[in-house]
């Protein structure tokens, strides 16, 4: 059994990408996490303590975005992958960075980079 908790559109400002203009002036980086787990004594105990705090979690996954820079989206969606999987609980964590302000010269709605990590 594998229940799902699921953080969309987390929004923060990272200073990501191969540019340099990009590294000194920031941009904005969306997020999505979908966390695979089992939810079970959680909803028995209706204990906060028992699952994934995602206001904890939304705090974790800022940090690594605010944190150290990167040149590539593909870097930085394995770190917010791997800051999922550090609570035992989590089976499995699948990640999207969105990069709605990419450098691209056409006219675009979004890039993003999507990974799946699990135990």
């Known amino acids: 059994m594998n229940d799902r908790i699921t953080l969309t559109g987390l929004t923060v400002t990272g200073y990501h ?3 340099d203009h990009e590294r000194r002036d920031g941009q904005p980086f969306v997020v999505d996490v979908v966390l695979e787990l089992d939810t079970g ?6 204990d906060v303590t028992d699952t994934v705090h995602y206001g904890e979690l939304a705090r974790k996954l800022a940090a690594v975005v605010e944190g150290e820079p990167v040149n590539l989206l593909e870097k930085l969606v394995a770190r917010l992958a791997e800051a999922c ?3 035992s609980r989590v089976l499995a964590a699948e990640v999207t960075v969105h990069k709605p302000e990419a450098p691209i010269p056409l006219e675009f709605a979004d890039v ?3 990974i799946r990590r699990s135990r």
Request: hydrophobic fraction near 45%.
């Open 85 to 87: 999987l550090e609570d």
């Open 41 to 46: 004594k959680a909803a028995a105990t209706d």
């Open 17 to 19: 990408g191969v540019y």
């Open 112 to 114: 993003a980079v999507t």
